[in-house]
């Protein structure tokens, strides 16, 4: 029998890495090994209190057989033993604990994952929400209850148990839910609709239920739940059957907002930007009694958020807030805050020390048309018909109804596809359009295609996005304002989303009308068309002189711009 030697643990680790190694045994109290037999075949064993822990995979990555006889047959019983104990112990507790939820409660997976602001620390103020001043005032009611609920109940009045704040996105509704919190000084547990819904059924209901105990506790407190339409979508439209998970935490909230047991000084607030699809039981007086619009900021609103946003930022001595906020309508509070900082982004990008009302016109173009591109290299045949083509939307827009102010023209690309732009900021705020600014518009939109036409014979595939725009416009007129001349005040779309850009629907309609529908916009587009070639062929010479002056400078602007625009005339008739 051969003698086994005793070796240095050091020199046995420097055998395996130099591929000296056989075969290995690992047994509890010492390593066996034995060298291959062009190293002289001996037997070895070695002894060390730190054996490397991974030494398994050291002897894998070498390619050396090994036998691990560590883990024997008792410890193995043993560990099955300890398994068994510490399941029994977890089903034990389970049974209970508290949440009444089985295991997925005991982990916490039933719990609600609110955020929790003690005594109204959330960081706003009303003073810090600007241009929703009207849901500010109906906001306020809840913030006097919430400080002087003896006031109220004294007289018999009861608060709205929920509010729902309503508006497009970036509006202000998750702020000013903050603010009132703020304002009021009381907890505020703010959670996420889609945070209630998981895999397991059952969850989101116990969440809901979690939720609510919570609140309770802490009493008077608020709970603001944001994207309320993940979990409150009307029942019944489900593909999975009535009883599905989002069902579930949908039924427990109604219970718990309008069940036996009152809810005394919780106050739930929720946000949406899609009320026309909640539950009709959750919209319902006794559960969210008051709906609060957050609708976009007219100009005086636009003007006081401007202020809040630029707090702290250093303006120069030419920003006029004002006539900022003429030029951004349509722009929500998310958006007027992201201006004001791409304004300070690029002062600081020039290394100056304040931010000017250049800073703000050079981020009012890039959010609406996109990043500045001079690097993108124009053939002299494509600057001239981009030129040709916004000269063609300026002159034909200097003469529509109701037109926007064209304030500025420009053959440098921005954004993905952008080869030039025109530029219109309206004079005031409109929220009605007549139609024969509704022709107007689509008139401007064609008026690029025109120019194109009438000074090279033949188009580009610049016009696309216009030719989309204007279609769209004219769809509109008649398939949902009414406008059509033989099929009169019907609608024939209904707009699916009241805040949200896009989602109508086309009802049931014969071939006849589907067919007269298509005649009408066809007809619109046509005369919208005649029009702009009319207006610029009557102009070609101030079309011609005004491109030359856009190619040679790129841009064109103020009071140089104005001047031509104001020497467009109307022709007298249609040619």
Request: proline letters at 3%; hydrophobic letters at 40%; a negative charge.
């Amino acid at each position: 029998m051969q003698t086994i030697s005793q070796a240095a643990y050091s020199e046995f680790l420097q055998q395996v890495t130099s591929q000296q190694v056989a075969q290995v045994t690992i047994k509890p109290d010492r390593i066996e090994y034995s060298l291959k037999s062009e190293f002289g075949g001996q037997r070895y064993y070695t002894v060390s209190d730190r054996i490397q822990p991974n030494l398994a995979n050291l002897l894998r990555s070498n390619a050396i057989a090994f036998i691990d006889e560590r883990v024997s047959a008792g410890s193995v019983l043993g560990l099955l033993l300890s398994m068994g104990a510490m399941a029994g112990a977890l089903v034990w507790l389970a049974k209970f604990s508290e949440a009444g939820g089985g295991i997925s409660g005991l982990m916490g997976i039933g719990k609600s994952k609110a955020k929790v602001y003690s005594q109204g620390k959330t960081g706003m103020k009303f003073s810090d929400v600007a241009g929703v001043d009207e849901a500010k005032q109906e906001l306020q009611e809840v913030v006097d209850f919430l400080k002087n609920g003896e006031k109220y109940r004294k007289i018999g009045a009861k608060i709205p148990k929920g509010v729902l704040l309503v508006g497009p996105p970036g509006t202000g509704k998750t702020l000013l839910a903050k603010a009132v919190a703020g304002e009021a000084g009381v907890p505020f547990l703010s959670m996420s609709g889609s945070e209630f819904v998981e895999l397991y059924v059952g969850v989101g209901a116990s969440r809901v239920r979690d939720l609510f105990q919570q609140a309770k506790r802490q009493a008077p407190c608020i709970i603001f739940i944001d994207e309320l339409d993940a979990i409150g979508k009307s029942r019944g439209n489900s593909n999975f059957g009535g009883n599905d998970e989002r069902e579930q935490t949908l039924n427990q909230l109604l219970t718990e907002m309008d069940g036996f047991d009152g809810n005394e000084g919780v106050i739930l607030l929720a946000a949406t930007n899609r009320p026309e699809i909640l539950d009709p039981a959750l919209r319902r007086p006794g559960r969210f009694d008051r709906q609060v619009l957050v609708d976009r900021p007219d100009k005086i609103g636009r003007e006081a958020i401007l202020k809040v946003h630029s707090r702290s930022v250093r303006l120069g001595e030419d920003v006029d807030l004002s006539a900022i906020a003429v030029q951004t309508a349509g722009f929500s509070g998310a958006d007027l805050a992201n201006l004001v900082n791409e304004a300070a982004l690029m002062a600081a990008r020039q290394n100056r020390p304040s931010v000017l009302m250049a800073d703000f016109k050079e981020a009012i173009e890039r959010v609406i048309a996109g990043l500045e591109k001079r690097s993108r290299v124009l053939s002299p045949l494509e600057r001239q018909t981009v030129a040709y083509h916004e000269v063609g939307h300026a002159l034909v827009g200097a003469l529509m109804p109701g037109s926007s102010k064209v304030s500025k023209i420009s053959i440098v690309p921005r954004g993905l596809g952008a080869l030039g732009y025109t530029l219109q900021t309206p004079e005031e705020d409109r929220f009605l359009m007549l139609e024969d600014e509704l022709r107007g518009r689509v008139t401007t939109l064609l008026g690029g295609r025109a120019a194109e036409e009438i000074v090279f014979g033949q188009v580009s595939s610049g016009a696309s996005d216009d030719i989309q725009k204007a279609t769209a416009l004219a769809e509109r007129a008649v398939t949902q304002y009414g406008m059509g001349e033989t099929l009169g005040p019907i609608a024939f779309e209904t707009q699916q989303a009241q805040f949200l850009e896009g989602g109508s629907t086309r009802r049931a309609i014969s071939a006849e009308v589907a067919s007269e529908i298509d005649r009408l916009i066809k007809q619109m587009i046509d005369r919208a068309y005649d029009y702009a070639v009319a207006i610029l062929r009557h102009n070609r010479t101030l079309l011609e002189s005004t491109t030359q002056i856009l190619l040679e400078t790129e841009v064109l602007e103020g009071e140089q711009l104005q001047a031509i625009l104001k020497q467009v005339q109307a022709p007298e008739s249609l040619v």
